[in-house]
């Protein structure tokens, strides 16, 4: 076990780093819009599943050789085609909440989910 | 599990020409990027001629996405030919492809409603199959340049996306019951 000074030291850094990053995920939590990246890779939306608050950005980049799109379920959206390397993205409405359920309009096997929460004590 | 499909004499034709992975002749890399790109050409090849002759949604839908992915695949495959600078080989594979193909189209036109549908559907859920087994067992492991080992992964995915849509696309108009 390291009980030397320069042990001691890289605890201290690592534990104010560790601090540092933590504010920064509370205050990015509630410090206006972000944007939300989602992967189009072998057939699949990566992550599935994203959760994200009113007023942020989903963005959807392809990484596969076949065109894809990200076209909400009911069709109240649509990315429009996406060939290799596009990104296409949608910005959450102010109002919105609960479950967004979207698909590939080419390849509609190909679902994702977008979770949209509020800050709302 | 996805079932192999036993095609019907009168698709043997169709798979006749295209060997099994088994009985592939050895082809060099320029050979195989000829194979390769001559195997998503014909299934365009069969998407157009599947829009100009079916109503059924389940077909001309997947023909349209045949039509698209097929497309950027051999678009990517071009794209990659010019980086490398060579020129891919004809050999003996893409030609029996292409003459399998001109038999196939050929019988195609003589068929309307259900009958092309069916006769659409099954051949490409059988041709995506001979395709996939041939592209991952026998392609991918002989070929020696990364890129193109590369490519033909990437458009095996897709390929395979196209199998399951093929296999859902025969369930749906009910050729195999």
Same mark, same amino acid.
């Given at each position: 076990m390291n009980t030397g000074r320069s042990g001691l030291a890289g605890g201290v850094l690592r534990g104010a780093a560790l601090a540092f990053v933590l504010v920064m995920q509370q205050a990015a939590a509630h410090d206006g819009p972000h944007t939300h990246r989602v992967h189009i890779e072998d057939f699949a939306f990566v992550p599935a599943t994203i959760t994200v608050r009113p007023g942020d950005t989903v963005e959807w980049i392809n990484d596969d050789i076949a065109p894809h799109t990200a076209t909400a379920g009911d069709g109240s959206w649509d990315t429009g085609l996406l060939s290799t390397g596009s990104v296409g993205s949608i910005v959450i409405g102010a109002d919105t909440t609960g479950r967004i359920d979207y698909i590939c309009?080419? &390849?509609? &096997?190909?679902r994702g989910v977008i979770v949209v929460e509020r800050d709302d004590p | 599990m996805l079932k192999f499909v036993t095609p019907p004499l009168a698709l043997a034709a169709a798979f006749a020409t295209f060997p099994a992975p088994a009985q592939v002749p050895d082809l060099n890399d320029l050979e195989i990027a000829h194979a390769a790109y001559t195997a998503g050409g014909i299934d365009i090849r069969y998407a157009h001629l599947a829009m100009a002759l079916s109503e059924a949604p389940a077909v001309r839908d997947f023909a349209a996405v045949m039509l698209r992915d097929h497309s950027a695949v051999n678009e990517a495959a071009g794209a990659l030919i010019q980086d490398l600078g060579v020129t891919p080989q004809d050999n003996a594979l893409s030609q029996a492809l292409l003459a399998g193909a001109a038999d196939n189209i050929d019988r195609f036109r003589t068929l309307d409603g259900a009958a092309f549908d069916c006769a659409y559907a099954e051949n490409e859920l059988g041709y995506h199959q001979v395709v996939n087994r041939t592209v991952s067992e026998n392609f991918i492991p002989a070929v020696t340049v990364a890129p193109l080992r590369d490519l033909l992964a990437e458009a095996l995915v897709t390929f395979r996306a196209h199998e399951a849509h093929a296999e859902r696309m025969v369930a749906e108009l009910g050729c195999d019951s």
């Open positions: 309009a080419f &390849h509609p &096997h190909m | -």
